[in-house]
């Protein structure tokens, strides 16, 4: 796990969860971990906006292949929201564009959030990261352009009101990929007739990933000043994480040397569709069964098992 490429750092593989601190880019806090890992690769699995803080999922060498699944897993955030005031950016950032006497009750905010369950069509932001003719939302934004923004479905798996007092509340929110927690704090601040932003956001769940797995980057400074590399690689979770909900493949020793040559293979009682984690059986002396994670496949057209991202084996 420590092997060093030629002037290109370590080939550490693995995913390290940090909880993001508030201030700064995701891709800072990136750059950040790569270097206290002297890692060759590394990649992030969603970017969180400098406002908001907890899990973010670094995922390092031969782990960055499957960062991709992670980008499009759902997220769970909890955020504050401050009622009454409208802003450009739909955030505490922002310039305040409006603001509204607040006079809701607890009661009418559980009967608006009813309306934010389940599948909804939802609008993203212009300080969004998206991008029109190439050029990212938001920097049209800051200019002062506005461009027509197609609406867009998700799903709010979970939408609980935690707390209300005032002008203020808190709400938990699973949710799918692509959901705006700022849109849905000034879409439910319209749909109570007070208007509202986010005052804080927290990402408590990423995919697989919670806050209670994750790590501050003072802790993972500690764990390096203590024990080096050594230290660090301890706290990365397995490259198969990624993926734990799929279903589980395992392949013998002949299998599983033709996969890793890229070639589909018939599995008995595979799914009859989807993606697979693959498993390979390595070679014993010992006549003991033993399996390492060989990468993600899919059920091909013909039912075999087709590799889709196979990892680098290391000795």
């Known amino acids: 796990m420590a092997r060093r490429g030629r002037n290109r750092g370590r080939n550490v593989n693995g995913i390290v969860v940090v909880n993001k601190p508030l201030g700064g880019s995701s891709n800072h806090v990136l750059q950040q971990v ?102 990212p939302l938001y920097k049209l934004a800051r200019q002062g352009i506005t461009v027509e923004r197609p609406a867009r479905q998700i799903t709010i798996h979970r939408l609980e009101l935690l707390d209300f007092e005032g002008d203020e509340m808190v709400l938990e929110v699973e949710c799918t990929k692509g959901t ?57 979770l397995p490259l198969d994480t990624s993926v734990n909900d799929w279903p589980q493949i395992k392949l013998g020793v002949n299998s599983s040397f033709y996969i890793m040559q890229g070639q589909a293979v018939q599995v008995p009682q595979a799914p009859a569709q989807g993606n697979v984690r693959i498993y390979g059986q390595e070679a014993s002396e010992s006549g003991e069964e033993v399996y390492r994670f060989l990468g993600v496949g899919e059920i091909d057209d013909d039912g075999r098992v087709a590799p889709k991202r196979l990892i680098q084996q290391q000795s």
């Open 34 to 135: 790569k270097r206290m890992y002297g890692a060759a690769k590394a990649g992030h699995t969603g970017a969180l906006d400098p406002l908001a803080t907890g899990v973010l999922p670094i995922c390092l060498g031969e782990a960055t292949k499957f960062s991709q699944y992670l980008l499009e897993s759902d997220k769970s955030y909890r955020t504050r929201v401050k009622l009454g005031i409208q802003t450009e950016t739909g955030d505490r950032e922002g310039e305040v564009v409006e603001q509204r006497a607040v006079t809701v009750t607890r009661a009418d905010v559980e009967g608006v959030l009813e309306r934010f369950r389940g599948e909804i069509d939802q609008v993203p932001s212009m300080y969004s990261a998206l991008k029109h003719n190439g050029e």
């Open 180 to 236: 705006y927690i700022r849109t849905l704090a000034e879409d439910i601040g319209i749909a109570l007739g007070c208007l509202g932003h986010v005052a804080e956001l927290h990402r408590i769940k990423a995919g697989p990933y919670t806050e209670h797995q994750s790590y501050t980057l003072e802790q993972l400074e500690e764990a390096r000043d203590g024990s080096g590399h050594a230290g660090l690689d301890q706290l990365l």
